[in-house]
């Protein structure tokens, strides 16, 4: 029988795949033909989770926690989320308005489906993270990038959104500390942000999936300014729980019930070993291990960061947080894709193009993330030393 190219939807022909993906499949490739490779565009922790919290999934697991939870989590969880803000940033959240999820993909989706309607607008920091966009255009939204650099530390600033800010527009997401950038927004600028978008009677959506993964800084949540304001967080990054898939929301009291209902049908809950897990991660003895990490982190963007500008990447404001480093490689090249790849196959290093994360200067960005080692940072280093050199 003759066979017919797939009927897709534009949807899911408009959602493109991320380059580095491409390229990870290439490293993947040229490491099983016996190559080493120094791994810099993965964007997830390399430490394993931490003991406490896979104990706590095994315990879940031979309890037979393997039902569903309500679709907004379950009950401990919540709270335990509730009393993390407390003590972490002494904010006071009511419980009700927690929404676990899964992973921070599933806070964005919820909120983005939520508030969005057909043709309304988004407005994103360019560079940042893609998936942002595919969810708004999921639900038949738009987005509108706004081109941001060093001068506003690659954040949407209110004056950006005070400028951007259409008929269209619904809302503004920015993420602190962000991808790729690692940059961060201030209490104060987030909170021009908030002022900007209740002026124009629209939501700020705040992505603090970075948080605890700052250095020589705290970050403050968007929650200490308003209950009015969508935070997201997830178990991902500082807890470590990539694999685990799960996050959650802080969402306005008036809004619950409707994001109750999209997570039932959306989801109909997180995963439940998962959720039962991530109750360990609050605990004391988890926290020394987070913050140990945390150290590593930091040690590894100290060594990194100087060591990209000594062999001639521009890395014009130093990041305060996630694990990247967002370098202008325009001294090389004008084709950060050609680039990554030509590094990849002649240096055997594995980093993501900036045209992963927008359009403004990506072709002469590059992002790293030290996620790896610093015996493997060393090694990257010098073999795109080398590789500048030949
Ligand atoms: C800024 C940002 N938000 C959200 C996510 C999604 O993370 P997860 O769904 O694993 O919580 C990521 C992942 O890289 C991210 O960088």
Redesign the pocket.
């Known amino acids: 029988m003759e066979r017919h190219a797939p009927r897709l939807a534009k949807r899911a022909t408009d959602i493109q795949p991320f380059h580095v993906m491409a390229l990870l499949a290439r490293a993947r490739a040229l490491e099983a033909s016996g190559r080493s490779i120094v791994h810099m565009e993965i ?2 922790p390399d430490f394993e989770t931490a003991e406490p919290i896979i104990a706590a999934g095994r315990a879940a697991l031979a309890a037979g926690h393997t039902h569903y939870t309500p679709a907004v989590g379950l009950s401990q969880l919540r709270e335990a989320i509730a009393d993390y803000y407390h003590r972490r940033y002494g904010v006071n959240i009511d419980v009700d308005r927690v929404i676990v999820t ?5 806070a ?1 989706l919820l909120a983005v489906a939520a508030l969005v309607d057909r043709g309304q607008e988004v407005l994103m920091a360019d560079p940042g ?1 893609p ?1 942002n966009r595919n969810f708004v255009r999921l639900v038949e939204g738009r987005t509108r990038l706004v081109a941001t650099d060093a001068a506003s530390n690659y954040q949407l600033y209110a004056e950006h959104a005070a400028d951007h800010w259409g008929d269209a527009t619904v809302a503004a997401l920015v ?1 602190s500390p ?2 790729p950038t690692g940059s961060m927004l201030s209490h104060v600028q987030l909170g021009a942000l908030y002022e900007l978008a209740v002026q124009r009677r629209g939501t700020l959506i705040v ?1 603090e ?2 948080h605890g993964l700052t250095y020589g800084i705290e970050a403050d949540t968007a929650l200490s300014i308003s209950d009015d304001i969508f935070v ?1 967080n ?4 500082y807890f470590g729980m ?1 694999g685990w ?1 799960l ?1 959650w929301m802080v969402a306005p009291r008036d809004y619950v019930p409707a994001l109750d209902r999209l997570a039932q049908n959306l989801f109909l809950a997180a995963p439940t070993p998962a959720q039962w897990a991530a109750l360990a991660a609050f605990a004391p003895e988890t926290t020394a291990i987070l913050e140990s990490r945390r150290e590593a982190f930091r040690e590894r963007r100290d060594f990194l960061l100087p060591a990209l500008r000594d062999i001639g990447f521009a890395i014009p404001v130093t990041p305060q947080g996630a694990f990247y480093l967002y370098a202008d490689c325009s001294r090389f090249t004008d084709d950060s894709f050609g680039f990554s790849r030509e590094l990849l196959e002649r240096a055997g290093v594995a980093i993501t193009p900036g045209i992963d994360f927008g359009q403004y200067r990506a072709e002469r960005h590059v992002r790293f993330a030290y996620t790896t080692s610093l015996e493997q940072l060393r090694d990257g280093v010098e073999r795109i030393r080398q590789f500048l050199l030949a």
């Open positions: 964007g997830e899964p992973g921070a993909s599933g964005l993270y998936c993420a962000a991808n992505d999936i970075y997201i997830s178990f991902s990054k990539t898939r996050g």
